[in-house]
């Protein structure tokens, strides 16, 4: 199974609304990265979590990380429809792979 | 910069057929990393570069596929003989330091018949 697992699958919410999506992984990391894909495009680089950073800020970017649940969260704040896209999680944990999860499909009505 | 260059970025082939696939990282960047994605199994790392060197290619499906980097600003991705199964977007992605962060490629949508 992945190393990096994100909940919910897919979320839709209302412009101006808070979207939330959690991240699960298995073994201890180096670092965590939250990566957005919109439809058709490749992946790029919303921010990085080191294993010993519990929160980091990036514009309406929030993210957390708590390694003793293993889990990391991505907060995004007062929603555009322009952050309609799927995001990844993605774990680096010291071997030779940064894994990345499923992904979570965000879809934010206008 | 202009960023990771793939091409082609759509790709329609029959079975049996050859495929190559192009990519030039960003200068300086000394990490290149082949992906694939598709909807069953997500995005998975192909193989990857230090210094044009292979460092792992355990995730290489089979021996169909193979990479190449001849130097630091040009690789390949090919596939021989290319099957119906193979069909799936591949990117490519840079980076300075290896499993920081990673810039991708457009991607090259590729449909096997």
């Known amino acids: 199974s992945q190393q990096g697992e994100e909940d919910p699958q897919a979320l839709s919410i209302q412009e101006g609304e808070n979207a939330t999506m959690n991240c699960s992984y298995k073994t201890s990391i180096n670092n965590l990265q939250w990566y957005r894909q919109n439809s058709g495009r490749g992946l790029v680089h919303l921010i990085l979590i080191r294993s010993n950073e519990r929160e980091k800020h990036s514009g309406r970017l929030r993210v957390t990380l708590d390694t003793s649940k293993k889990s990391s969260s991505l907060l995004i704040t007062a929603s555009r429809a322009a952050d309609t896209a799927s995001y990844f999680c993605a774990t680096h944990t010291g071997g030779f792979k940064t894994i990345f999860g499923a992904g979570t499909r965000l879809f934010v009505k206008a | 910069d202009a960023g990771v260059i793939q091409s082609p970025r759509h790709e329609v082939t029959e079975m049996g057929q050859e495929v190559t696939l192009r990519c030039k990282p960003i200068?300086?960047?000394?990490?290149l990393f082949w992906y694939r994605q598709t909807m069953m199994r997500g995005l998975e790392l192909l193989i990857y570069f230090n210094n044009n060197v292979p460092i792992d290619d355990s995730g290489m499906p089979e021996d169909r596929f193979s990479a190449k980097m001849p130097n630091a600003s040009f690789s390949t991705l090919k596939i021989q003989p290319s099957e119906p199964r193979d069909s799936a977007v591949y990117f490519c992605?840079?980076?300075?330091?290896?499993?920081?962060?990673?810039?991708f490629g457009p991607g090259t949508r590729l449909l096997v018949l």
């Open positions: 992605a840079s980076s300075l330091m290896e499993w920081e962060t990673q810039y």
């Open positions: 200068s300086g960047h000394d990490y």
